[in-house]
């Protein structure tokens, strides 16, 4: 019912900046909370940063605090993740994420649906 596109991942140094973006198509999209998650090779996917449905909150991972900014556009059905000051330790499979009963944030189990994913890779 809902389908997410992602864009904007790349190969980026240390340092430097990437926005990510997801647009939503399908259903109404200010329904849904909408999240990024990110899994690193060997690892398990881990929460990164959500935003509530017409409020706008937001809500962030420890690890990225103070250099990662998640926003939405309801008229465009987008979400976007702006990544600054991005370390090695970024590196990772960004995914979008929508659920329309989320009850916590965090977790992959509250979404319902999944982008694709999108390569992000810092270089040192």
């Known amino acids: 019912q809902v389908q997410l596109v992602e864009s904007g991942g790349g190969l980026v140094q240390a340092g430097g900046s990437l926005r990510l973006s997801c647009a939503a198509s399908?259903?109404?999209?200010?329904?849904?909370?909408m999240g990024w998650f990110r899994q690193a090779v060997g690892k398990e996917r881990e929460f990164v940063a959500a935003?509530?449905?017409?409020?706008?909150?937001?809500y962030y991972a420890d690890s990225v605090k103070g250099r990662f900014t998640i926003s939405r556009d309801n008229a465009k059905n987008t979400v976007a993740l702006q990544m600054n000051s991005l370390k090695p330790e970024d590196t990772a499979v960004y995914y979008c994420?929508?659920?329309?009963?989320?009850?916590?944030?965090?977790?992959?189990?509250?979404?319902?649906?999944w982008g694709q994913g999108t390569q992000v890779t810092v270089s040192s």
């Open positions: 935003i509530l449905r017409t409020s706008g909150a937001t």
């Open positions: 399908g259903r109404t999209f200010s329904s849904y909370v």
């Open positions: 994420a929508a659920g329309r009963a989320v009850s916590s944030v965090y977790h992959t189990g509250e979404y319902d649906y």
